[in-house]
């Protein structure tokens, strides 16, 4: 993208500023995982430096997850402007059951939108020191619980709970996408 992803306005705020605001109204704890704090001194949120640096985004589950006060933690990349309540809370349900709720999208799976519990730890550490940063490497060592793709059309209607903008074209796409929601909703008022 060339630039911080986090700090592109989105309807009106930064993207990071959409998702924390999102995220608080479900948790009592929200973290910035890999970043460095000056852009986000504003946010109220404690930013948390990868614990094993550049080992990709495996390396920043396993620091969200290290770093979490709860027994589990819900990561999110912040790139995902479409931030889904139901879809998170029906996770949050299934979470007590698992090591890991991932939604299966017909993508396949979502592991930067999923529930990682602290039993993931030592399999996701073991998984980075050997060199393979795929996040699902680990995953046949520890209790997965997936949401698939019925639950998933009955909760996430329009689709985009796991729309990220990784180019300035996808994130032109989410902005109309954005604008045309709003506009559907100012239409149905």
């Known amino acids: 993208m060339g ?3 986090a700090l592109l306005s989105f309807g009106g705020q930064r993207l990071i500023e959409r998702i924390i605001s999102a995220l608080r109204l479900l ?3 929200v973290l910035i995982i890999g970043g460095t704090p000056g852009p986000y001194d504003d946010l109220g949120v404690r930013v948390v430096p990868d614990r094993i640096p550049e080992k990709g985004s495996l390396g920043g589950i396993y620091t969200a997850v290290a770093a979490a006060s709860s027994p589990h933690a819900f990561v999110m990349a912040c790139d995902m402007p479409f ?7 029906h996770m949050q349900d299934l979470a007590a059951e698992a090591d890991i709720v991932i939604p299966r999208s017909p993508d396949g799976l979502q592991p930067l939108h999923a529930i990682y519990g602290k039993a993931c730890l030592p399999h996701m550490e073991e998984t980075i020191r050997s060199g393979d940063f795929r996040i699902i490497r680990f995953f046949p060592k520890v209790r997965v619980r997936e949401v698939g793709p019925e639950v998933l059309a009955a909760l996430d ?6 729309l990220n903008t ?6 032109a796409e989410a902005v109309a996408r954005w604008s045309a929601q709003q506009e559907g909703r100012c239409a149905a008022s």
């Open 3 to 5: 630039t911080n992803k």
């Open 27 to 29: 948790f009592p704890e």
């Open 83 to 89: 931030f889904n309540s139901p879809l998170v809370r």
């Open 157 to 162: 209607l329009e689709g985009l709970a796991f």
């Open 166 to 171: 990784n180019t300035p074209g996808e994130f």
